[in-house]
């Protein structure tokens, strides 16, 4: 599989409100015949919405290349920190694969590229020794845009096997690549010391990284990404 150049309320209420409230609900639950109450009940009953896995990951030895050839990230090390967090969720928390690599390897082997020459996905992954690569082309990583300050990450993702070279995901009648958005939901204006600066970018380089395993498993849908607050 080739690799194609990148494109650049009101108060709490009184006791027996809350009291009479809840009896309510009851004789509505008893009145109902025991049907399921809707809304905020429902997240009581059923627990939170579930996202299912985009893709099943084959049980094979994985590794994370995020191809960042456009530069980007403003660091290499918050690449690191992408691919490394995905490969521990993938590995560890979640349990997706049998093995995985750490993302430096297949970066090394990439950075010995020529000039005039791009290893297809599947060659520089049989280099490492991986059977499978999540390979992901970054578009966007910033901090603020013209919404104003909601630290962005935009990743184009898709899964190679390295023994055929074949696009397992997304499947070969569908677009390249999948586009992951990652959006943090920031609550105060951005303040531009530099140590704030890299405390931003790691946060959203670590959810970027979750976000990306987490396209391979069943996982509690999240309305907002992160809350991030002084």
Known sequence: MNRSTPKLGRGLPRLGAALGGACLLASLAIWSGGCNLVGAGAYIIHGPEKQPAEFTLPQKMAVVFID???NVFPRSRLIQQTALRATNELLKVAKV???ALDPSTI???AA???TGRLMPIDEIGRK???EIVIY????TFSLADERGTIPTCILDVKVIDCQTGE???????ESEYHSLTVELAYKSPLRYEDERLQELQQKLANVTGLRLAQLFYQHERNPLDAQVSD
């Open 136 to 139: 992901a082309v970054p578009r």
């Open 128 to 130: 490492v020794n991986a």
């Open 107 to 109: 970066t090394r082997e």
């Open 167 to 173: 696009r397992l995901w997304p499947a070969a009648t």
């Open 112 to 114: 010995r590229e020529t």
């Open 68 to 70: 960042d050839r456009a």
């Open 97 to 99: 694969v049998p093995g």
